[in-house]
């Protein structure tokens, strides 16, 4: 948004630049919508045949989240070594 209300030819440069960007992104995309398609239909079958993996790999790594969050935690009370005199 800048380079477009910048009057340097710097920011017009990038501006036309930016342009060029979005219209090679949207060709793109249109070119090759049979592509997307077919792998939005490959995830969607291979989703719901791996949906057991996909569920313990996501309870591994919530695990792994959980007992570092609870090694990282802030002890509140006495340690046994505070008690002694």
Same mark, same amino acid.
């Given at each position: ?9 710097? %920011? &017009?440069?990038?501006?036309? #630049?930016?342009?060029? %960007? +979005?219209?090679?992104?949207? !060709? $793109? %995309? ?6 997307? *398609?077919?792998?939005? @239909?490959? =995830?969607?079958? $291979?989703?719901?045949? +791996?949906? *057991? &993996? $996909?569920? #313990? &790999? ?9 007992? %570092? @969050? ?5 002890? &509140?009370? +006495?340690? !046994? *070594? =505070?008690?002694?005199?």
């Amino acid at each position: 948004m800048l380079s477009s209300v910048l009057k340097s030819e710097k %920011a &017009i440069l990038v501006n036309i #630049a930016i342009i060029r %960007a +979005f219209v090679f992104i949207r !060709q $793109y %995309a249109m070119n090759h919508k049979d592509l997307t *398609d077919k792998l939005e @239909e490959l =995830e969607k079958t $291979y989703s719901m045949k +791996f949906q *057991d &993996i $996909y569920a #313990a &790999i996501n309870y591994l790594m919530e695990k792994d989240q959980k007992d %570092a @969050e609870h090694n990282n935690r802030k002890r &509140i009370g +006495f340690r !046994q *070594d =505070e008690l002694k005199h």
